[in-house]
């Protein structure tokens, strides 16, 4: 076995790494040997794609080498408390990396109970936690191994020792539908089933959401209660309603008051009117609001009414009595706005399945042609989230774009009052969600086209014309570009690669686009901004590989385009031209004057100018 003069060399960590992987014990002791002091390499973190940063007994434990931990522990005794960042199974971009975790937590992980057993003999810490508050206990809950969970509990875990938000043991075993393990937990540990996340979720929940009959028959009989969560003022009776499980809302209710009961009858009854469109869901609603009535009549409890009509459920209220309730009951729409009127009361305005009902009510509107309805109900769950601060959804608002553009397309007529507040909101946007800025700048992109092309192909009165300039007047005084490029909506619109992902959108989008470039040049538009890369827009256009763009690059040209600006390559955009005939009309369109030539003079000397002359005017010189 060669030794080496340098312990930290590169080949020989990957000889380590290699070795570890391949579980060759006898090699790894052998490499381990030529080296004065092998601890070093093996409480060294190796760093790894995705962010990952692990020691080679995290690699053997990983790879289920438990003779090679078995070596290791034994000889060189190595720390096992280094704090690793791991993901598990085959490496992909979109892997979970978890944070801070020890080989233990690793082990009880993946499952490996001989693993766990090992490093808990070689006084591994077994209440450690990961950045996140995970501990080896959660591992075994998580696995449902109550083997595991037993051993740790005998050896010191604390069961009491929570993820964060609060998410307990007992909650990630009931999950995933670890009935033994749950067993374990309450009968044994006399863990508090009504304990909460930071939602102010219990176990309860939990059952509903993962639809375990059993679980929640369980919990229940071990005194599970049906409390309101805080974070949306749902109950499990609720959920389990809302999810269409009347078997499980049979099961809850008896532990519930009556008015629970009867408001659980009323939400299922919205459920299945507000999600499927057939006539069952007509019938099945018909049940549940019947017997909500007839339970109301029985216990003399009424509805708290509004007293406000909302146009967009054709000024309904909610029915009252089972004749009132037989009138529309096969009427799917009426049946539809019924549910919806109750979600309203029992959800309440901010609730997000609430908001979902209205959106997909939108959708299904827009899927039959009723695409100014469909447009009425996706503006009033706008309007909700603006007016109760919820976040807007970016693909919540691209869809926006899709619907207008189906309607242009099908019907030749937009709602002019609609965009513009989408338009609006979209702005707003802007200015609060740094994260999905571009993705909204594009969406801002399709609707000015949408907007354009709506303005100069169909008939619509001078008092629409005014708005929707307004409108386009505003936005381009923004001058929004995006948060990578630098680029502006004028680049953006000139663009071959500003790619449209969504059928509808594609029937009035496409780039580069002579009406869009020509409606932001009307508007205000900077037709010599620079992005990131100092490309103007003509340089975008010019680098074009279409023949065909010679009408764009006249307008730019019009419009006051620099020919001579370079980039910071030194790039005209006659030098990204590889078309002859574009290559061509740039010459001829190419008009030097004493300013621009004073300029180009300067930069070709590398002359010092800052300083020396108006700020103005060296801002002119450093773009040529």
């Known amino acids: 076995m060669m030794k080496f003069d340098c312990e930290s060399t590169d080949e020989f960590d990957n000889l380590l790494l290699s070795t570890v992987r391949q579980g060759d014990v006898n090699l790894l002791e052998r490499h381990l040997s030529t ?48 704090l690793n960042n791991i993901a598990f199974g085959d490496f992909s971009p979109s892997q979970q990396i978890f944070f801070n975790a020890s080989v233990l937590w690793a082990a009880t992980s993946i499952n490996n109970f001989d693993m766990v057993k090992l490093l808990v003999e070689h006084g591994a810490n077994v209440n450690h936690q990961t950045r996140t508050g995970s501990t080896p206990l959660r591992g075994a809950c998580y696995n449902g191994n109550v083997s595991m969970a037993r051993y740790l509990i005998d050896n010191g875990a604390n069961m009491h020792l929570n993820k964060e938000n609060n998410d307990t043991n007992l909650m990630v075993s009931v999950c995933h539908k670890h009935r033994n393990m749950v067993t374990y937990l309450v009968d044994e540990l006399n863990c508090d089933v009504n304990e909460c996340d930071g939602n102010g979720r219990s ?15 369980f919990l229940l009989k071990r005194g599970a209660q049906n409390f309101r969560a805080i974070v949306d003022q749902m109950s499990p009776l609720m959920w389990a309603a809302e999810k269409k499980r009347p078997d499980l809302v049979d099961i809850i209710s008896p532990y519930c008051s009556i008015l629970e009961r009867i408001e659980a009858q009323e939400l299922l009854g919205s459920a299945f009117a507000c999600t499927n469109r057939d006539n069952d869901a007509c019938d099945q609603s018909f049940n549940c609001f019947s017997r909500a009535l007839d339970l ?37 729409e009426l049946t539809y706005i019924e549910g919806l009127l109750v979600r309203e009361r029992l959800l309440g305005p901010t609730n997000a399945e609430y908001r979902y009902s209205l959106c997909y009510r939108g959708a299904i509107l827009a899927d039959i042609g009723q695409y100014h309805e469909a447009v009425a109900y996706w503006i009033y769950e706008l309007g909700l989230c603006q007016q109760y601060s919820i976040s807007i959804d970016s693909k919540h608002l691209r869809r926006f774009a899709s619907l207008f553009s189906g309607m242009l397309y099908k019907t030749k007529s937009i709602p002019t009052e609609a965009i513009i507040i989408v338009i609006k909101a979209i702005c707003e946007q802007l200015g609060r969600d740094k994260q999905n800025f ?52 004028l680049h953006l619109s000139l663009d071959i690669r500003t790619r449209v992902n969504d059928y509808h959108i594609q029937h009035i989008c ?18 010599n901004a620079f992005d990131i890369l100092q490309n103007t827009p003509l340089h975008v256009i010019a680098s074009s590989k279409s023949a065909n763009d010679e009408p764009l690059l006249n307008l730019l040209c019009d419009a006051g385009a620099h020919l001579d600006f370079a980039n910071v390559l030194g790039e005209t955009p006659a030098d990204l031209s590889v078309i002859p005939e574009i290559k061509q009309l740039l010459k001829r369109r190419f008009k030097l004057n004493l300013k621009c030539m004073c300029a180009r003079l300067i930069r070709k000397k590398n002359l010092s100018f800052h300083g020396t002359i108006a700020v103005s005017l060296m801002n002119f010189v450093d773009k040529h």
């Open 203 to 217: 176990s309860l929940y939990d059952a509903v959401v993962c639809a375990s009959i059993e679980l929640v028959e």
């Open 35 to 82: 080296v004065s002091n092998p601890v070093l390499y093996l409480n060294r973190l190796y760093n790894e794609r995705n962010s990952q940063k692990f020691t080679l007994l995290m690699i053997a434990c990983l790879n289920n080498h438990r003779d090679v931990m078995c070596m290791l522990l034994q000889r060189y005794k190595p720390d096992l408390e280094v």
């Open 510 to 527: 496409k780039y580069p686009c002579l009406q869009t470039t020509r409606m932001l040049l009307k508007c205000g538009a900077i037709v």
């Open 438 to 489: 571009n993705d909204n700048l594009f969406t801002l992109l399709f609707l000015i086209t949408i907007t354009t092309q709506y303005l100069i192909e169909y008939a619509i009165s001078i008092v629409e014309k005014e708005l929707l300039f307004h409108i386009l007047r505003s936005i381009v005084q923004h001058h929004y570009t995006q948060m990578d490029s630098g680029m502006s909506l």
């Open 296 to 332: 109301r009549t029985t216990h003399n409890l009424s509805k708290a009414m509004t007293t406000t009509a909302n146009a967009i459920f054709h000024n309904r209220y909610e029915c009252q009595t089972i004749d009132q309730l037989e009138k529309i009951r096969t009427n799917t």
